[in-house]
């Protein structure tokens, strides 16, 4: 159980350019959704927390204009990420949790999305 | 805040144990401990409330020492899929939030 998928796994696209990271929840609501960033061999840095039907809530220094978050349904978030640049390279990974449940604090991870831009 | 980590990086044979610290300046809520190996998505292995429990996973416990901002990982008889690179995860309130330390590299060798 408490499995997240993310799509793409991989995508590589032009400067400019906008792409868009599905992560789903497969078996569980997910009534919180969290999008993180990881640089190679870093942590994870977290971005935003997004409630489903809610804005997104984003961490300092992130643009929220740049990393567009949405959490339309209990079991699916996006990011797209706008004009995409060379410095938007990274590792980009979603997880879930049920606020409703008794397991509440546990984040159930995607694999991640790597983005290369060109 | 970040909580901090150490060691940075491990290296045992199979069949021994390490441990993993995580330390924090602020006042926790609960601990989350994750593993990731490369190119995959973090696992999780066990979460922690404040009251100084401690947990198991396999062969994998942890406590918490929440009057020091403290926990540690263990790692007892090691295994090779044991090898990944172990985060911790700090919340300092109930809703949900997570800040990761920068990770512990463990490798497990024959």
């Known amino acids: ?118 | 805040q970040q909580p901090v980590q150490s060691p940075q990086a491990v290296i045992l044979r199979e069949g021994e144990d390490a441990v993993i610290n995580c330390s924090s300046s602020k006042a926790l809520y609960s601990v989350h401990w994750y593993r990731q190996k490369h190119g995959e998505a973090p696992v999780f292995l066990m979460i922690l409330l404040k009251g100084g429990e401690q947990k198991g996973h396999e062969k994998i416990s942890a406590s918490f020492n929440e009057k020091k901002q403290q926990s540690s990982l263990y790692l007892t008889a090691s295994q090779l899929s044991y090898s990944g690179t172990y985060f911790c995860g700090t919340e300092t309130d109930s809703w949900g939030k997570l800040q990761f330390g920068a990770g512990t590299q463990v490798v497990v060798t024959p």
Not at chain 1, 58 to 82: C, M, P, R
Request: charged share 20%; aromatic share 10%; net charge positive.
């Open chain 1, 1 to 118: 159980g408490a499995v997240v998928s993310q799509h793409p796994s991989r995508v590589i696209c032009k400067s400019g350019t906008s792409v868009k990271i599905e992560c789903r929840s497969l078996d569980f609501q997910a009534t919180t959704m969290f999008w993180y960033r990881q640089f190679p061999k870093q942590s994870l840095m977290l971005m935003a927390t997004s409630n489903e039907g809610s804005k997104a809530t984003y961490e300092q220094g992130v643009e929220k204009d740049k990393f567009l978050i949405n959490h339309a349904s209990l079991t699916l978030s996006t990011l797209t990420v706008t004009s995409a640049h060379p410095e938007d390279s990274s590792f980009y990974i979603c997880s879930a949790s049920d606020r409703s449940s008794p397991l509440k604090n546990i984040q159930y991870f995607g694999a991640g999305t790597r983005l290369s831009v060109l």
